[in-house]
């Protein structure tokens, strides 16, 4: 455009003073206008707009921030490690933690755990149970199959059930079903029937499910050479997909893919990897080198040694209680002291809980002062069916010279029980004794445990203590076959450091009733008692989860004041993740393979969606 026309365009009246104005026509482009403006006056409209860019930029963002919301995406890969080469992938043979950790992805049973859990239906869509206790019934959920395609139907239950209660199988569960009677109502339906109420039965329902079509050719002697032991065909929600193998034929990893069709929905992961390793030292080496994402069952010294490095940043700790309760029982057949309250009371003062869970366990326990763990049964029953003043004292974890103070206490007061007592220190050894007619007796005592880290350092420092009361203390250290069959069976130990897994329904009997004192019973604390026989059958018929609790707390009470153990700390069970994997939640348990309970709800990676559609990728 030229000058001259630019004139024809705008009048300009040049000879007016300090009020001098412009007249612009209407028709004028913006770019002819910014023409005409100074450089100043174009770079504060630069800067302007520039400013006015970057706060919608900033609007749009935080809008954006404030509307979307973060969802789970199908796709990634998690990587376990874990120790020992699977054998039985087979939920009615598996024995190892390898076997169950496989079998708790591959099979998938009638009831499942939820992230706090409780039990709640997997293959089933609903079930009852008779107001006798006897007969708990069954319905499947529609459209449930196998990972082959095969519908899964009440007689694969059935198959599954009576081949868990064939002793010619030889398998772990078989005490779990002898007795029980299984019936087919229809293809969906199915019955069990007790021959006696049992409360805890329920938890049996947790099995996985065999595919009938596959298994039932097999004779029972069969069964623990079929190759669906390693390559398995269940309802659960991974399949396996592929197995490496070493030189030797020995599998080195397996690849499993998420099962599209499991029953509590698609897994968002898409395939999860197990790293056989020898040891725990090699697991924990590959998950600080990066070859695998997961290790469980760490021992509290080496996640110690193991947070020192730079790994700590990218890990996640999942920490629960194992339900398994660890004390000292004495056994009174064999040694007569133990007959003598006020030797249980003073032993059982003098028990460094604190330093246990302290100083060998770093905080990952909880400390006991009887034989259950009841933060464990306050979570999962009614609070206001609790008496207050009933609830057992499970005291924090705490370090410092406080502690210090506290075991010195503890220490004369247990002497100050002897004293009260009639037992007086030995000249020379400082050993209680105790004089009565011609006989003395002194404060001797052989305590036996197995041969783990834990346990040992534990022995050493019960031990430590008791010889600082002023008693004679002997250790004996076995390996585990050679302390059950030498040992507990036969009940040759004084006093006994072991533990005792109480299980998610608290069946308690087997522990503590009087007629488990021999073998193949369990009650190794030679416990005998007609008020606790009776609260124990009780509990195993009691219904009301209310009523079953107190019973629970009765029995606590009546061990507590008979000081028929030295109850000391339940563990906590350990596993390490890398962050990228979310929603990774691990109740109390029993089993380190329950930790795959919610497995697919777990996730890797991520979509952003607006909030207001966030239900329907629900």
């Not at 300090?18 to 482009?29: F, Q, R």
Request: net charge negative.
């Amino acid at each position: 455009m030229c000058i001259e026309h630019l004139n024809n365009r705008m009048t300009l009246n040049q000879h007016a003073g300090p009020d001098t104005t412009y007249s612009y026509s209407p028709s004028l482009t913006l770019f002819d206008r910014l023409r005409i403006l100074s450089s100043f006056e174009r770079l504060v409209i630069g800067v302007l707009f520039l400013l006015v860019i970057i706060s919608g930029t900033s609007l749009a963002y935080q809008t954006n921030k404030n509307t979307f919301v973060e969802i789970p995406r199908v796709g990634g890969k998690h990587v376990e490690g874990i120790v020992g080469t699977p054998r039985f992938i087979n939920p009615l043979l598996a024995i190892s933690n390898a076997d169950k950790d496989l079998t708790a992805l591959v099979y998938a049973g009638l009831l499942s755990r939820d992230a706090e859990g409780t039990l709640v239906p997997e293959l089933a869509e609903s079930y009852s149970v008779s107001e006798d206790g006897l007969v708990y019934t069954f319905t499947l959920r529609e459209n449930v199959t196998f990972h082959d395609g095969t519908p899964l139907t009440a007689k694969d239950v059935v198959f599954t059930v009576e081949q868990a209660g064939n002793a010619s199988v030889r398998s772990p569960s078989f005490a779990d079903w002898e007795g029980v009677q299984i019936e087919q109502i229809d293809a969906k339906t199915v019955t069990f029937t007790l021959p006696e109420p049992y409360t805890p039965f329920i938890e049996n329902l947790t099995i996985g499910i065999l595919p009938s079509h596959i298994w039932e050719g097999l004779s029972a002697e069969e069964f623990p050479f079929s190759q669906f032991n390693i390559t398995p065909v269940g309802s659960g929600p991974y399949m396996i997909e592929m197995i490496e193998r070493d030189k030797s034929g020995i599998p080195t990893i397996y690849k499993l893919t998420r099962f599209k069709d499991f029953a509590l929905g698609s897994p968002y992961i898409q395939t999860i990897e197990f790293v056989l390793f020898n040891n725990e030292e090699e697991a924990l080496t590959a998950y600080s080198t990066g070859v695998v994402q997961a290790v469980n069952s760490i021992t509290p010294m080496r996640l110690e040694e193991f947070l020192n490095t730079d790994t700590q940043n990218t890990t996640a700790i999942h920490r629960a209680p194992l339900l398994r309760v660890f004390g000292i029982f004495f056994n009174h057949n064999r040694q007569p002291i133990f007959l003598r309250k006020e030797v249980r009371e003073a032993l059982a003062e003098a028990a460094p809980r604190k330093a246990i869970v302290g100083e060998i366990f770093r905080g990952y326990g909880t400390l006991l002062d009887g034989p259950l763990l009841f933060s464990y049964l306050t979570s999962t029953t009614s609070q206001d069916s609790i008496p207050a003043d009933e609830v057992e004292p499970e005291e924090e974890t705490s370090t410092g010279e406080g502690d210090e103070k506290s075991a010195v206490n503890h220490i004369e007061q247990a002497r100050h029980i002897l004293e009260d007592a009639g037992w007086k220190r030995e000249e020379g050894s400082g050993v209680y004794i105790l004089e009565d007619d011609d006989e003395t007796t002194r404060l001797s005592v052989a305590l036996s445990t197995v041969n783990t880290p834990e346990l040992v350092q534990t022995a050493e420092r019960v031990a430590s203590s008791w010889r600082e009361v002023g008693a004679e203390v002997e250790l004996k250290i076995f390996e585990p076959t050679d302390l059950t069959q030498s040992i507990i069976r036969p009940r040759r130990f004084d006093a006994l450091l072991f533990g005792m897994v109480i299980g998610h329904e608290l069946d308690l009997y087997a522990f503590w009733h009087s007629s488990q004192r021999n073998d193949p019973g369990l009650n190794i604390a030679q416990y005998a008692d007609i008020e606790a026989d009776a609260l124990l059958e009780k509990m195993r018929t009691e219904q009301d989860a209310s009523a079953r609790s107190q019973l629970y707390y009765d029995f606590a009470a009546l061990v507590r004041k008979n000081v028929s153990a030295i109850f000391l700390y339940a563990p906590d069970f350990i596993y390490l993740t890398d962050k990228r994997v979310h929603n990774v939640s691990v109740h109390p348990i029993v089993e380190p393979s329950e930790r795959f309970d919610m497995v697919y709800s777990w996730y890797i990676d991520t979509d952003n969606v607006w909030s207001f559609l966030k239900g329907f990728f629900e």
